[in-house]
């Protein structure tokens, strides 16, 4: 399904520096609908292309508690608990959204914290920090190894556990996150995801994002 867009022009994007890299399927698919104001006039819209929640490494180290679901409602205007109970609301809701999890930590994600929570040393290790609140140990000793390290390498769990099938299932959580806070002319939610290898500190936050909720079965990630 082509997503429903508000007709626009231009968009206004707060991507917080970050690189939309739109997915070369866009460029074969048929147009989108469009939805347009009654009065037909240009609509200034206002979005995010860059959101990570609890299912990225990073965020997760430094206390999100989110889920994607969460961030699409938060985008909405509703209220968002902080993992240190304060609650917070944006004062303007956002007319598009984008949850872009790093590709490359979906498998240890997946297999360490939500779903599995797995027993792995290394799985505990990553968690004991985070509730130690030590989040630059983890995004030094784990993240950084994964995706700046020339070539970046896949996280060492992978020689226990199939992180293909981790990271294809915790992909599917985020497209059927997204597919479910979409409504057609009122809020648009876009699959993405971020795509992070950046051997020796090159380049940072490239977002691959699709114009359609038909996507590939995998993220594109260090492979």
């Known amino acids: 399904m082509i997503r429903q867009t508000l007709h ?30 009654a009065d037909g006039e240009p609509q ?10 609890s299912l990225s490494l990073d965020a997760y180290a ?16 509703e209220s ?24 490359a930590t979906l498998d240890l ?22 509730q130690q609140r030590i989040p630059r140990d983890i995004f030094n000793n784990y993240l950084l190894p994964i995706v700046s390290l020339t070539p970046p390498t896949r996280p060492e769990i992978c020689d226990e556990v199939d ?16 597919n479910d806070a979409n409504e057609p002319c009122e809020f648009t939610t876009l699959i993405g995801y971020e795509w992070t290898p950046s051997p020796g500190g090159q380049h940072w936050h490239r977002n691959v994002i699709y114009r359609t909720d038909s996507v590939p079965d995998q993220v594109f990630d260090l492979s």
């Not at 200034?44 to 929640?53: P, Q, R, S, Y």
């Not at 902080?82 to 917070?88: A, I, K, P, S, Y």
């Not at 360490?112 to 290394?122: G, I």
Request: aromatic share 6%; with cysteine; hydrophobic share 45%.
């Open 8 to 37: 626009a022009v231009p968009i206004a994007l707060t991507v917080l520096s970050a690189q939309a890299v739109i997915s070369a399927q866009a460029a074969v698919s048929a147009p989108a609908e469009t939805c347009v104001r």
């Open 44 to 53: 200034l819209l206002w979005g995010d292309l860059h959101v990570h929640t």
């Open 62 to 77: 430094f206390g999100s508690i989110a889920t994607p679901a969460d961030a699409y409602r938060f985008a909405r205007g």
């Open 80 to 103: 968002l608990t902080l993992d240190t109970g304060e609650t917070v609301s944006i004062e303007r809701s956002l007319d598009f959204a984008a949850v872009t999890e790093h590709a």
């Open 109 to 130: 994600m997946h297999t360490c914290v939500d779903p599995l929570n797995s027993d792995l040393a290394y799985c505990r290790t990553i968690r004991d920090l985070r």
């Open 163 to 178: 992180c293909d099938a981790a990271r294809k299932s915790q992909w599917q959580r985020i497209q059927e996150a997204a």
